[in-house]
């Protein structure tokens, strides 16, 4: 079983493919979205979650997806049709990097995704490029909460504190307006969530060829959530403007 494959069975119970509770999202959309007519980008929308909360949210919203899975992208689709919301969203199957658009967006996301780029900067400078006179940028990052053992950091990735993290966010031209940091019970909810899903499918379809591997990686994964990073790793999204224009 591949990654994506894996990805897909995790999530199967917190769709939302980082560690925010619903109201969470709302809020974090709500403050993105204060007019409810803009047209929003998604850049590595996977499934397009935040995409179909935000056109579930406001009927005149319109939205595009940009993500390479195109299992991923078949399941927005679905969703999307299924909402009845699929005539105001357009998805796209390529690179993130490569995309562009002939019209700007209101609404710049990026949650969880910021590797698609290589980092934090790299990737508001892509919404930068995509962004409208006087849009927002809604972004999720991870940040050090204490400091990291050598193995969570080679786990993870070399982020930094989230007093820095915002620092450089500042730095690069940007004023937060609105921020979240996800609290101890989102961050527990989600690795319990992805975990007990993916050992769950696992139970459950013993005779599949790929069940001992998947049970496998669920445990080995929360494993690694328990004893090398849980304690110190976080996770803050901003919701940004561009400082001028």
């Known amino acids: 079983m591949n990654r994506e494959q894996i990805s ?69 689709r679905q969703a999307a049709s299924s909402l009845g919301v699929h005539e105001r ?10 995309f562009s658009s002939p019209h700007p967006f209101d609404l710049v996301l990026s949650v969880g995704a910021t590797h698609a780029y290589g980092g934090l900067l790299p990737t508001l400078a892509a919404a930068r490029r995509h962004l409208a ?48 940091v996800s609290t101890r019970s989102e961050l527990d909810d989600y690795e319990w969530a992805c975990w007990g899903s993916l050992a769950s499918w696992a139970l459950d379809h013993r005779a599949d060829p790929d069940s001992s591997q998947v049970l496998e990686t669920a445990g080995t994964r929360r494993s690694e959530w328990l004893r090398a990073y849980r304690d110190t790793w976080g996770f803050v999204c901003l919701v940004l403007r561009r400082t001028s224009d």
């Open 133 to 180: 006179p006087g849009g927002r940028v809604l972004i999720g990052e991870g940040f050090w909460d204490d400091e990291p053992s050598r193995e969570a950091v080679e786990m993870l990735g070399d982020f930094t504190d989230l007093a820095t993290t915002v620092d450089r966010v500042v730095a690069d031209g940007w004023t937060p307006v609105h921020g979240h």
């Open 8 to 76: 897909r069975l995790a999530h199967a119970d917190h769709p939302i493919k980082s560690p925010l509770d619903d109201d969470s999202v709302r809020r974090l959309l709500e403050r993105g979205l204060p007019r409810g007519d803009e047209r929003v980008l998604d850049l590595g929308c996977g499934s397009g979650e935040w995409l179909l909360r935000a056109l579930a949210m406001h009927p005149q919203v319109r939205a595009e997806g940009v993500d390479i899975s195109e299992d991923a992208l078949g399941q927005a």
């Open 89 to 98: 969203l357009v998805l796209h199957h390529q690179e993130a990097a490569d």
